[in-house]
Nanobody, 123 residues
Framework: QVQLVESGGGLVQAGGSLSLSCVAS????????VAWFRQTPGKEREFVAG????????YYAESVKGRFTVSRDNRENTVYLQMNSLKPEDTGVYYC????????????????WGQGTQVTVSS
């Protein structure tokens, strides 16, 4: 059973930065992908970024390209989402999700979810 725990959310002014963490526990993650989603007020949960736990290409939503960066620490089974140049429209609850297989942007394809962490960007 995969368990994901996010942390690192908070309140930040526009233009500021935050770093989110997603710590995973469970089986060996070599066949898994991990993705960040967010749910902003009034919108459906959307894909933000993702990658394979074992490495390889990283994919970003157009809205965050150039501002957000995904990195990992395999020893700690942790994936990070570094968020720079934050905008008020980045406000929302950020979730870490994982699945076996290929990276997909569809939230319905993910079996495992963290509890989410709130990010609030003030203008």
């Amino acid at each position: 059973q995969v368990q994901l725990v996010e942390s690192g959310g908070g309140l930040v002014q526009a233009g500021g930065s935050l770093s989110l963490s997603c710590v995973a526990s469970g089986p060996t993650f070599s066949n898994y992908v991990v993705a960040w989603f967010r749910q902003t007020p009034g919108k459906e949960r959307e894909f933000v970024a993702g990658r394979r736990w074992s490495g390889g290409s990283i994919y970003y939503a157009e809205s965050v390209k150039g501002r957000f960066t995904v990195s990992r620490d395999n020893r700690e089974n942790t994936v990070y989402l570094q968020m720079n140049s934050l905008k008020p429209e980045d406000t929302g609850v950020y979730y870490c999700a994982s699945r076996i297989g290929v990276l997909l942007p569809n939230l319905g394809e993910y079996n495992y979810w963290g509890q989410g962490t709130q990010v609030t960007v003030s203008s």
